[in-house]
């Protein structure tokens, strides 16, 4: 049963209209017809609001329950994905999975938070909010990645980094820190594609690459709307106002030049369709994987090393009052 | 010139009795931790430290700087670099730029974090000191780009850096830009390492999030003032999350300490001998020429042994 959000519910009626009738309609060819103009009609109205999602809205979209996650990627765009468990230090963090897979014949790595379609592997995978171990899991797989050549390719989806006691004595902020260095100087191309929500130092610590691709309803931000609404205002309440104000969206971050490229969603989101969003996804990061790969190693670090220490350059002046 | 020797006179601090004569020193300061009442001058006097239960005071930029660094050694760049508003930041009907304008007024400087060279005990060094005072010393684009200059300043100049953080994390107000200056700054760090000069960073109360879990953390050494709060959360964040109290001790130094997160705990009053001597042993041009400047002539080679723990070289 697919989860309807709430600012669907006009199009709730005329879906269920449209469901019964797929299931009852005939072969006859008068009931095709009344199947297609009503597909139609919904289609139309789909896309239309669609195309004037808020930032909250396109929020609520990118955590949808149904939408594809990394591990389906894996399944979908991806041939031979073989997972690979454990930071071999202390622990192995269900909330990042890694390991080699074939795209488009090509080997590559990669590294990624995978929460769960339901509450039961959630809980397991904590929402893919990942602990120390997650993120040195990950720089394992980055070193070998590096070790054997391969393009790095992570994909981004999570609420933010977990906030525990456990997680602060084994040394999150050390785990970040460490695999935000690690990303910055890896000599193998990386290139992370936002899937759902990065958010915070969790989503940078996979998240530095030399192509930022983001899905057009995934958004990218420095916390949460929840956790940013708290720390400006001291109530998560007012999420929706922060989602706005701090300008999230995949479109933002185009215009921002943070984000490469966006990859369009089927119509309605990538969780009506899981398999077209899959191959979109792999059409679109093969030729960014094949572009890198034909650039050398020094070339491509100092572009990295460029992209990163330019960010937001427009945004400081030097005056004196 | 002794290196070593501690110049105690430079630890007094501005509002003590040279600087500020006006002020009544019949002053008496509550301990919030121990509730000792402290004498006004004694608390100077102790660089802001609780004599009783060493509880270590927030310091002011101007007081950081005077107790840390050697007087009138530091020298200012990028004095006038400041932030603009990145995402047209108006929630609340107060712009960002209101903000930012009336913080530089509160605080006396443009943005969160001050920057330059200095020296300690006569140790040459690029110095970069968060402002807590303006914002919570929180990361924008102007702190990242502040801080990237002063790697690169480090890296030209072939000098050791430090970094005294005390800082909220990444900056809201300049969303997506604050976060990616967690990256800035890590890859202007890894150009200094390249060239083998040490980073230092010391963490003050408090250092979290988007500051710790970047820079801050990078050090070659990470050292700590004593009960500074260090962590991902900060104690709200965090007692949101575990739906307590903040127990007793938890992300504070020494916890890091004990968890192997950060190389020392270090006293106020110690920061300036324990900085200066990493630093010379860690540039070992400087520890020859003071073993020279006190021995007489040390051959390069005993010197160079004595770096790599009493070794010599080729053995």
């Known amino acids: 049963m697919a989860t309807s959000l709430d600012f669907e519910a006009p199009l709730a009626e005329l879906e269920a209209e449209l469901n019964k009738l797929k299931a009852t309609a005939g072969t006859s060819e008068d009931a095709g017809r009344q199947v297609d103009g009503l597909q139609r009609k919904f289609n139309e109205r789909l896309r239309t609001l669609y195309s004037g999602l808020t930032a909250w809205q396109k929020v609520q979209v990118s955590r949808h329950p149904q939408r594809p996650l990394a591990l389906d990627y894996l399944r979908l765009a991806f041939s031979d994905f073989t997972e690979l468990h454990g930071d071999r230090r202390f622990g192995d963090d269900p909330a990042i999975v890694g390991g080699p897979a074939c795209l488009d014949g090509r080997s590559v790595m990669v590294v990624a938070h995978q929460r769960g379609h339901d509450t039961r592997e959630n809980n397991r995978r904590n929402f893919g909010m990942p602990g120390p171990e997650g993120f040195r899991k990950a720089q394992r797989l980055f070193r070998l990645a590096e070790k054997l050549g391969l393009p790095v390719i992570t994909l981004v989806d999570t609420y933010g980094a977990n906030v525990g006691v456990a997680d602060e004595e084994r040394g999150q902020i050390e785990a970040i820190a460490s695999s935000i260095a690690e990303m910055c100087t890896l000599k193998v191309p990386i290139v992370s594609v936002v899937i759902g929500q990065g958010n915070s130092g969790g989503a940078l610590a996979i998240g530095v690459a030399d192509r930022i691709l983001m899905l057009e309803f995934s958004v990218y931000s420095v916390a949460s709307p929840e956790a940013a609404a708290a720390i400006l205002w001291r109530t998560a309440q007012r999420a929706s106002e922060a989602a706005e104000a701090m300008c999230i969206t995949a479109q933002h971050m185009l215009e921002f030049g943070i984000a490469d490229q966006i990859i369009p969603e089927p119509l309605g989101g990538a969780h009506r369709d899981p398999t077209m969003m899959a191959l979109k996804l792999r059409d679109a990061l093969g030729p960014v994987v094949g572009e890198l790969l034909s650039m050398g190693i020094t070339d491509l670090l100092e572009a990295r090393y460029h992209r990163y220490r330019n960010i937001g350059l427009a945004f400081v002046e030097s005056r004196v009052d | ?315």
Not at chain 2, 76 to 99: A, C, I, W
Not at chain 2, 126 to 137: I, K, Q, S, T
Not at chain 2, 181 to 202: D, F, N
Not at chain 2, 264 to 284: D, K, N, S, Y
Request: aromatic content about 6%.
């Open chain 2, 1 to 315: 010139m002794d290196l070593f020797r501690r110049r105690s006179r430079h630890l007094s601090l501005p509002s003590g009795e040279s600087t500020t004569p006006e002020e009544p020193d019949n002053l008496w300061i509550r301990c919030p931790t121990c509730s000792e009442q402290i004498y006004e001058r004694e608390y100077v006097d102790n660089l802001r430290v609780c004599p009783k239960c060493r509880f270590h005071f927030k310091l002011a930029l101007s007081e950081r700087f005077e107790t840390l660094l050697d007087e009138g050694s530091f020298e200012e760049v990028d004095r006038y670099l400041r932030g603009t508003d990145p995402l047209h930041f108006n929630p609340d009907g107060q712009s960002y730029m209101d903000k930012l304008a009336e913080c530089e007024h509160k605080s006396d400087t443009s943005e969160a974090v001050v920057t330059g060279t200095a020296s300690i005990e006569g140790v040459r060094l690029v110095v970069a000191v968060n402002n807590f005072a303006f914002l919570g010393g929180s990361m924008g684009v102007a702190v990242g780009e502040k801080i990237a200059r002063a790697v690169d300043l480090a890296v030209s100049r072939r000098l050791p850096l430090l970094v005294v953080s005390a800082s909220g994390g990444a900056r809201q107000q300049e969303g997506i830009f604050a976060l990616m200056q967690m990256a800035k700054t890590t890859a202007a760090l890894a150009r200094l390492s390249r060239i083998g000069m040490p980073y230092i960073s010391l963490l003050t109360d408090p250092t979290v999030a988007g500051v710790a879990a970047s820079y801050a953390l990078l050090g070659d050494v990470n050292i700590a003032e004593p009960g500074a709060y260090i962590g991902f959360a900060g104690p709200r964040v965090m007692e949101q999350a575990i739906r307590q109290k903040l127990p007793p001790g938890l992300a504070s130094a020494e916890s890091m300490l004990a968890h192997g997160m950060i190389d020392m705990v270090v006293p106020r009053a110690e920061l300036r001998g324990t900085i200066a001597r990493l630093l010379r042993l860690f540039t070992g041009a400087s520890y020859t020429q003071r073993r020279e400047s006190r021995n007489g002539s040390v051959p390069h080679k005993l010197a160079a042994g004595l770096l790599n723990g009493g070794v010599a070289v080729g053995d």
